[in-house]
């Protein structure tokens, strides 16, 4: 059974421009969380969605927006990129609540 | 605003000793713990999850303890190998959004 996946692997952009990344929970989960990983610090949370609704969002400014589709894919944009938004950015899926899975993450580099 | 904090935060030790690594947390309602290994560049792998209600739990070589009156978590790995090589992190679940803080990791090297 596939785990959680998340397109691209890698990305590099220019400061100004806007990204998409995506994620594909695993088979029945019904929650995605986003969070962002700098370099040698522990993952910080953006978005949680459960059944296409947003239930959290941490502290991350009004550039960073989600959904969540009816298959329970989600996508985590962000808009007007800052040199500060490079990071390893990490997908989780669990059921309603407990132990969270996480994807192999996209790493962004804003140039 | 909950707070994770992991000790020490690198360590190195000959390959077959046994070791500990340590995570505290500022609020003590919690919905479960779990610690992750992260491999450089990776995402995160689950190893343990252990509920607000729970003591323990153990998976092969490892066991993770919980004292959630006084913030406290420990992950035992017994009979180090070069491939827990690795950083460990610890998170915890809150009781309202289930969303994880996450301390900032324990990198552990292994020597052969």
């Known amino acids: 059974d596939a785990g959680v996946t998340q397109s691209p692997t890698h990305l590099i952009k220019t400061r100004g421009q806007h990204v998409t990344l995506r994620c594909s929970p695993i088979?029945?989960?019904?929650?995605v969380s986003w969070y962002q990983q700098v370099l040698g610090q522990g993952p910080q949370f953006i978005f949680q969605?459960?059944?296409?609704?947003?239930?959290g969002r941490g502290n991350f400014p009004d550039r960073f927006s989600a959904r969540q589709f009816p298959n329970y894919s989600s996508e985590l944009n962000v808009n007007a990129l800052l040199l500060g938004d490079s990071a390893l950015y990490l997908c989780?899926?669990?059921?309603?609540?407990?132990?969270?899975?996480f994807g192999p993450g996209t790493r962004l580099t804003v140039t | 605003k909950q707070e994770v904090t992991q000790i020490p935060a690198a360590l190195s030790v000959p390959e077959g000793e046994n070791l500990v690594l340590n995570c505290s947390f500022t609020?003590?309602?919690?919905?479960?713990l779990q610690w992750f290994r992260q491999d450089p560049g990776k995402g995160l792998t689950s190893l343990l999850l252990?509920?607000?209600?729970?003591r323990e739990q153990t998976s092969g070589r490892l066991n993770a303890s919980l004292d959630k009156s006084s913030g406290r978590s420990t992950l035992y790995i017994a009979a180090s190998q070069p491939g827990d090589s690795a950083t460990y992190l610890c998170?915890?679940?809150?009781?309202?959004?289930?969303?994880?803080?996450f301390g900032t990791g324990t990198r552990l090297t292994v020597i052969p």
């Open positions: 088979s029945g989960h019904k929650s």
């Open positions: 989780a899926s669990s059921l309603a609540r407990g132990e969270q899975y």
């Open positions: 998170a915890v679940e809150g009781t309202g959004a289930n969303n994880l803080f």
């Open positions: 609020d003590s309602a919690i919905y479960n």
């Open positions: 252990i509920q607000s209600s729970q």
């Open positions: 969605y459960y059944e296409k609704e947003e239930r």
